[in-house]
């Protein structure tokens, strides 16, 4: 393989601030109760992966901006005109929030490239992108005149009762985000929480705060009442903060599944609803019918070296391949990876993002030696580049063959351009390693065959899976099963996350 220095453009330090100042990064603060303000409990740094500079420092909000915030976000909940307003009228302030998301998606790109070193090509356009969260206020605000409730038919003659249900908000909710796709997390639970009445106090990762920094004041712009939409930035412990406060009525979070089993443990304490977006270790069948195994190939490789290189909750991390395919998957696999280009995450020919912090490089490089250790056979990559991106947390993408199902590096999610190829010869093998796992988020299957896509689709214990592709749309769901997660996120699913229900019978005969 190609070095990856001989591949990367150069990172220069300068531009990643030359960047920062041209886009007017501020230092940043806590929204609350309709006011941008200082205060919280100190300031931390956050640091670019690319070179490890200083980009700007954030308000810890703590224990005490926690309180604020959940103390506004409670007034205009229970005193407030949000969670009643005519459908009309709810629409009517989400509209203008789609458009200038719109006008700004450029900047938001630009904003989350800063947040966590992806290539600007796909902030600008890629599935996590401004425009994506756009079209997710879009959806959403589409669905405000259209949640509705049942009625039901007499089931005996016993009682004359007309009976209906009704969907109302849940009150207010924690939405707490990743540092991976902050863009698209903002948008997937803030916009369904506002649009359903909700009033939302979100605490972006403490690693990435500027785009959302950005969309928080966008809706700040807006129209909203005080109160309905509230920042606190901080990390973990104002995220413990946050989630057990018992003035919150819901959390929705997308993380870690170690935070995530937190999360649901302290919840019982005022029984708060919950959505859990968490981690995964998706499988990808490869069948010898697929169409064409160059594809099928170059497709998995690339989930794992381009784009965020392999940091993605529903990248698949094992291929598994019929045997007779092998030899000829390493190969493709192989071909796409001299593909890959390091450097100026701003520079659109740049193709793959440095790993997020330098705990997490460490992290990464631990899986590459307990592969080995386990027996599994290093193909190619695994090593740190030097040269001008030696500042960086730069990890050159990993493909293990010879791997077992049952080792670490095929059972844990890394969390970085590692790919694991697990041979396989009968279907029934394929599923059932494919289902052995504590995790069920996404899953492919490569096969041109349409009765076994469908049959083993069906099989497969996971919340979504791509027959020959995979992506995913502001209007289907997805979410996981097991270790990775609670609830779905997307369509109408969510709605049915953002909303309780409500009987109401009346007595026809009073
Ligand atoms: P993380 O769990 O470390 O952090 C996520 C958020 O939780 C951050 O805002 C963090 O500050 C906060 N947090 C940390 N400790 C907390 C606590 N005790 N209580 C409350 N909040 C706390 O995850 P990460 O490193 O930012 O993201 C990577 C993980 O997220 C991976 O596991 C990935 O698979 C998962 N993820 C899942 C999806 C999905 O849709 N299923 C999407 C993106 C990322």
Redesign the pocket.
């Known amino acids: 393989m190609k070095g990856v220095e001989d591949m990367a453009t150069l990172v220069g330090k300068s531009r990643i601030l030359a960047i920062r100042d041209r886009l007017g990064v501020k230092p940043g603060q806590l929204y609350i109760d309709g006011q941008w303000r200082d205060g919280g409990e100190g300031r931390y740094d956050q640091i670019h992966p690319a070179t490890n500079e200083v980009v700007t420092s954030f308000a810890e909000a703590g224990r005490s901006g926690v309180d604020a915030a959940v103390a506004a976000a409670r007034r205009a909940f229970d005193e407030g005109p949000w969670p009643h307003l005519a459908a009309r009228e709810r629409k009517r302030i989400l509209q203008p929030i789609v458009e200038a998301i719109y006008a700004a998606e450029e900047e938001i790109a630009h904003l989350q490239t800063l947040d966590n070193g992806m290539p600007i090509s796909f902030s600008l356009s890629g599935r996590v992108s401004g425009r994506v969260a756009a079209d997710m206020f879009d959806h959403y605000a589409g669905w405000i005149d259209k949640i509705t409730g049942e009625t039901f038919p007499q089931y005996s003659g016993a009682t004359n009762m007309h009976y209906m249900t009704f969907r109302e908000a849940v009150g207010v909710v924690a939405a707490?985000?990743?540092?991976?796709?902050p863009v698209m997390?903002f948008a997937m639970k803030v916009a369904p929480a506002l649009a359903c009445g909700n009033v939302v106090v979100l605490?972006?990762?403490?690693?990435a705060g500027l785009a959302i920094a950005r969309l928080a004041d966008i809706l700040a712009q807006s129209d909203l009442p005080p109160g309905v939409f509230n920042l606190v930035t901080?990390?973990?412990a104002?995220?413990?903060a946050?989630?057990?406060h018992t003035g919150v009525d819901k959390v929705s979070?997308?993380?870690?599944?170690?935070?995530?089993e937190?999360?649901m443990s302290t919840a019982g304490r005022n029984m708060k609803r919950l959505t859990l977006?968490?981690?995964?270790k998706s499988a990808a069948l490869v069948f010898p019918d697929t169409r064409d195994v160059r594809t099928a190939a170059r497709n998995l490789m690339g989930l794992c070296s381009t784009f965020l290189s392999g940091?993605?909750?529903?990248t698949p991390t094992r291929a598994l391949v019929h045997r007779s395919i092998l030899d000829e998957f390493v190969h493709y696999a192989q071909e796409q990876v001299q593909e890959v280009k390091f450097g100026d995450p701003f520079d659109p020919a740049t193709t793959s993002a440095p790993i997020?912090s330098k705990r997490?490089l460490e992290r990464v490089l631990s899986y590459v030696a307990i592969g080995q250790e386990e027996g599994a056979r290093l193909v190619f990559g695994g090593d740190q580049p030097g040269g001008d991106l030696a500042g960086g947390n730069w990890v050159s993408p990993a493909l293990f063959v010879d791997v077992d199902n049952r080792m670490r590096i095929a059972q844990e999610?890394i969390?970085g351009p590692i790919l694991c190829v697990i041979p396989f010869e009968e279907e029934s093998d394929a599923i059932h390693m494919a289902n052995d796992s504590d995790y069920g988020?996404s899953g492919g299957i490569y096969t041109t065959d349409l009765s076994r896509a469908f049959r083993v689709a069906k099989a497969m214990r996971t919340g979504s899976v791509g027959i020959n592709g995979y992506s995913v749309m502001p209007n289907s769901p997805?979410?996981?099963i097991k270790r990775?997660?609670l609830g779905r996120?997307g369509g109408w699913a969510t709605i049915e996350e953002f909303t309780e229900i409500k009987t109401v019978m009346l007595n026809l005969d009073a």
């Open positions: 707490i985000t990743p540092w991976n796709g997390t605490k972006p990762s403490e690693l901080g990390g973990p104002t995220g413990e946050l989630s057990t979070f997308t993380g870690s599944p170690v935070v995530g937190k999360i977006e968490l981690g995964g940091q993605v909750c529903s997020i997490q999610e969390f988020l997805a979410g996981g990775s997660g996120e």
